[in-house]
């Protein structure tokens, strides 16, 4: 089966919590749902690669344990650093294909077993394939809607900024300014800020095109 549409493609700059950062390479997974989930090992010029998860249009950062601080697992529960996890479901993703250096490295299998975990610090994922015991554990933490952004995107996003923050100093210094000055004002700062957010927009159905054919990058399962 061929790779499904993803939000970044194979080699394309992202900026990860406003960090300039690569995708190294990805790997894909169906659920039993059809939903496509795309893991991708984005690195940078200094600095440890980070794991990020796109899922059911939302974004993660996965943190793996170091081999040497696994969680030892009893029944549904995990108990990390004194704090409870309890299993809450177990996804079984189907392997679609990668490409690069996906993160894990190449896939053993066809299918992983990755069960989430809750407790009162958030989320824990464990991952392991049937008839195995090896199983690889990672920290899950959602990511702001902004924090996963190619470099169009970014841009864009930073030029709305720059916008707010001029209008913002603007209104600041005009605190002599008419009743009618003052309101004439306040639609120019609305008007800019919609101009903005439409470039944003725009930039961002420009940026889930580009990364939804990764193209000559994909490769098969393997």
Partial sequence: MSLAS????????????GKAMRVAGFVQYEDANTTV??????S??????AV??????QFFVLRPFLPTAQPAPSGRNLLVMGKKYTLSGVRKLKLLGTS???????????????????GEMGTLVRD??????AQTFYSRKPLPANDALNKSEHAA???????????????????????????????????????????????CSG??????????ARSGPR
């Fill in 157 to 203: 996003l930073r030029e709305m900024e720059h916008l707010a923050a001029e209008a913002r100093a603007q209104a600041e210094s005009e605190d002599d300014v008419s009743p009618a000055g003052t309101s004439i004002l306040r639609i120019a700062v609305a008007i800019a800020t919609i101009v903005a957010v439409a470039g944003l927009g725009y930039a």
């Fill in 100 to 118: 690069g250096q996906p993160p894990g490295g190449t896939p053993k299998a066809e299918l992983l077993l990755s069960g989430l975990f809750e």
């Fill in 207 to 216: 940026g889930e095109d580009e990364g939804s054919a990764p193209g000559s």
């Fill in 6 to 17: 993803a939000k970044f493609g194979q080699d394309e700059d992202v900026v990860l919590s």
């Fill in 52 to 57: 990020l998860e796109e899922y059911d249009g």
């Fill in 37 to 42: 989930l795309t893991r991708y090992l984005l």
């Fill in 44 to 49: 940078e010029s200094a600095g440890a690669p």
């Fill in 128 to 133: 392991m394939t049937p008839g195995s015991q």
